[in-house]
């Protein structure tokens, strides 16, 4: 982990997430919790509107099924991190193409409760 640690703080936001994304399909159900920990605190910091908001949330959308409960849950903070933080609408109407209902439910959940942290909050 100290190696995406330093990835993070070395790299813009953009370049931080694409980076990182390809390392979700570890074997390792503790390194994708990790990675997507990692994008949810670098998202509530910093998102570009040229982020490609389709390829990530598709990325990310696989774990919402994913063997392990810690990994569904994070992934769908991630999700609604990415959505509160960056471009809602793409995001959105990626998530209504992919996951299945009960999930976008639970997302659309988590961002109309405002349960989103930004450091840009007071």
């Known amino acids: 982990m100290r190696f995406f640690i330093e990835m993070m703080k070395s790299m813009d936001g953009n370049s931080f997430i694409m980076e990182s994304i390809q390392y979700l399909d570890s074997t390792n ?3 994708r919790e990790e990675i997507l920990n990692l994008l949810i ?10 982020l ?4 990530v949330t598709g990325v990310i959308s696989k774990l919402v099924n994913d063997e392990n409960a810690k990994v569904r ?3 769908r903070e991630a999700l609604a991190t990415l959505a509160k933080n960056g471009d809602q609408e793409k ?3 990626s998530l209504g193409e992919i996951v299945v209902h009960n999930d976008f439910v639970k997302i659309v959940d988590i961002l ?3 349960t989103i942290v930004t450091f840009n909050e007071k």
């Open 29 to 31: 159900w503790r390194i």
């Open 112 to 114: 109309n409760n405002n």
């Open 52 to 55: 490609n908001f389709e390829h």
């Open 73 to 75: 849950f994070v992934a």
């Open 41 to 50: 605190i670098r998202m509530m910091k910093e998102i570009s509107p040229n």
């Open 91 to 93: 995001v959105m109407q």
